[in-house]
């Protein structure tokens, strides 16, 4: 019951990923690391997305909830079958035909950054308040995260200006491929089971299109989009009302969620009965 994991209730990493809005930020993660050649390259080639998109998201957003909230030993687990399943995934360039590694720590760390860096401007822009020190600090602590997918937590970003440099160098890399075009595709009108179709296809629709306003605008330009500064502060303002809309709503968290509640809150009686003996 004392095991509060890889962060507790005191990090930045609780406090921003209790937001329910920032299902935006995954969204926009992904449209982001598809403009990655080899990251998209890799993806592609080793899964059917197109009939397995659903599960495949659910699993994700489930593996960010057990790393940020879940025990130590959780947390490790979801990281040891990330690698085993990495670790037999080859890909090819899609321009040289050369052969890599799906975990390659250059394309893993493209990986990272996207998310967390996703995570973080959506916090923001959402109006979550977040300071200057809060946002390094948030980078500081994912990069536990980023070791139990086999990085060098030293090799990762792990405060703004270092996020801001690694985009920097990394951006001559970028491209629109064919690949990246078919996933933006996709994941701005998915596939969806008859019975969604009449109320979900508009609302995805709705928050597909609003994840990717949240991109940077050389992220947009490079999809061949308009990078204006008035899509930044209509995404800004939806991403605000959203969230408002969402917090109002009887959203039950899920099991991960509420049972590190219930571990914050024995640790802090346990701690007030320490004290008070």
């Known amino acids: ?33 598809a403009l990655h050649p080899r990251a998209v390259a890799g993806v592609v080639q080793n ?13 994700t957003a489930e593996y960010v909830g057990t790393v940020v909230y879940g025990t130590t030993e959780q947390a490790e687990k979801a990281g040891r079958r990330v690698r085993r399943i990495h670790d037999r995934l080859r890909a090819h360039d899609p321009v040289t035909g050369e052969e890599f590694r799906v975990d390659d720590p250059h394309l893993l760390r493209w990986v990272h950054v996207t998310e967390v860096e996703s995570f973080v401007s959506t916090a923001r822009r959402a109006r979550i308040g ?15 995260a980023a070791a139990l997918v ?7 970003p792990a405060s703004a200006a270092a996020v801001e440099a690694f985009y920097r160098g990394i951006r001559p890399e970028l491209r629109r491929t064919d690949d990246a075009r078919d996933v933006a595709r996709f994941l701005t009108v998915p596939p969806m089971p008859a019975r969604w179709v009449v109320a979900g296809r508009p609302a995805w629709l ?6 990717f306003a949240l991109l940077p605008r050389w992220a947009r330009r490079l999809y061949r989009l308009p990078g204006l500064p008035t899509t ?20 039950r968290e899920g099991p991960i969620y509420r049972d590190a509640m219930r571990r914050a809150e024995a640790a802090a009686r346990s701690g007030s009965d320490a004290a008070a003996a």
């Open 1 to 33: 019951m004392s095991d509060l994991g890889l962060f507790g209730p005191d990090s930045v990493s609780w406090r921003v990923h209790r937001e329910p809005v920032l299902w935006l930020a995954g969204i926009r993660a992904l449209y982001l690391q």
């Open 130 to 144: 977040l300071t200057d020190d809060e946002i390094d600090r948030y980078y500081a602590e994912q990069t536990r």
């Open 206 to 211: 709705g928050l597909a299109t609003t994840a």
């Open 150 to 156: 086999g990085l060098d937590p030293g090799t990762v």
């Open 232 to 251: 930044d502060l209509a995404a800004s303002l939806t991403v605000i009302g959203l969230r408002g809309v969402i917090n109002a709503l009887p959203v």
């Open 47 to 59: 899964s059917d997305i197109r009939r397995n998109c659903w599960p495949r998201l659910m699993r």
